[in-house]
């Protein structure tokens, strides 16, 4: 069975410092690993995904995130917080790639 | 192009009515998803469907709940008899075959539903 763990479901960082958003997986096999945003009353939008090849991968906006097999991490960051990065975020694994155990988010709050 | 759309965007249903969530998935999209979010929790998946077809039902409710992919039109998700519990976002999702762990779902922008 797969599962993902969203560590701290609010941060609040200061606008210019680091964004880290720390997601945690469990699978039996090698996972496809995913970040979405949400905005409120939208849909979730796709941040950046790891399925094979290069474990440090970046996605749109500015974020990325590093998969750490050994740690059974994929944590998501961004050098640079900009008050249009507060939103929702979650973390998503799947293994068949037809069914996704999503985490249970993390709200990012960015101060001016 | 279109992105995946739902409809309606709110619904409000007093408790005991039907519930009728529309899904049009993407064009080209054959696979659709439905997923609901309990409020302050993540996403679960309910049901993953083809044309005709449900693959995985897995996380569908056990009573009142169905869902479907006619071969012309919508996927529908149906909920009976409503409870105040089945008050949530319901977000579907599509992919063409192969894509969904390329670049993984498209989203829709969800439907709200109330019970009241």
């Known amino acids: 069975a797969q599962s993902v763990t969203q560590l701290g479901s609010h941060v609040s960082v200061s606008e210019g410092a680091l964004v880290l958003l720390r997601c945690n997986y469990s699978?039996?096999?090698?996972?496809?690993l995913f970040w979405y945003v949400q905005y409120p009353n939208q849909g979730l939008q796709l941040l950046l995904k790891?399925?094979?090849?290069?474990?440090l991968v970046k996605g749109i906006n500015g974020f990325e995130a590093e998969f750490k097999k050994s740690e059974t991490s994929f944590h998501l960051t961004k050098p640079s917080a900009h008050m249009s990065d507060a939103a929702e975020y979650f973390c998503a694994v799947s293994v068949t790639g037809n069914q996704f155990y999503f985490g249970t988010g993390t709200s990012l709050t960015v101060i001016p | 192009n279109a992105g995946v759309m739902q409809n309606p965007r709110h619904l409000v249903r007093r408790r005991g009515q039907e519930a009728r969530l529309r899904c049009s998935p993407m064009k080209g999209h054959s696979h659709v998803y439905w997923y609901r979010q309990l409020p302050e929790e993540g996403l679960k998946f309910m049901v993953y469907?083809?044309?005709?077809?449900?693959?995985?039902e897995s996380g569908m409710p056990k009573e009142r709940f169905s869902a479907e992919f006619p071969k012309e039109g919508p996927s529908i998700l149906r909920i009976q008899q409503v409870v105040r519990g089945d008050s949530a976002a319901y977000f579907c999702?599509?992919?063409?075959?192969?894509?969904?762990?390329?670049?993984?779902?498209?989203f829709g922008s969800g439907t709200r539903l109330t019970v009241v």
């Open positions: 790891y399925t094979t090849g290069a474990t």
């Open positions: 999702a599509s992919s063409s075959i192969g894509t969904a762990v390329n670049y993984g779902y498209t």
């Open positions: 469907l083809q044309k005709e077809n449900i693959i995985d």
């Open positions: 699978s039996s096999v090698p996972p496809y």
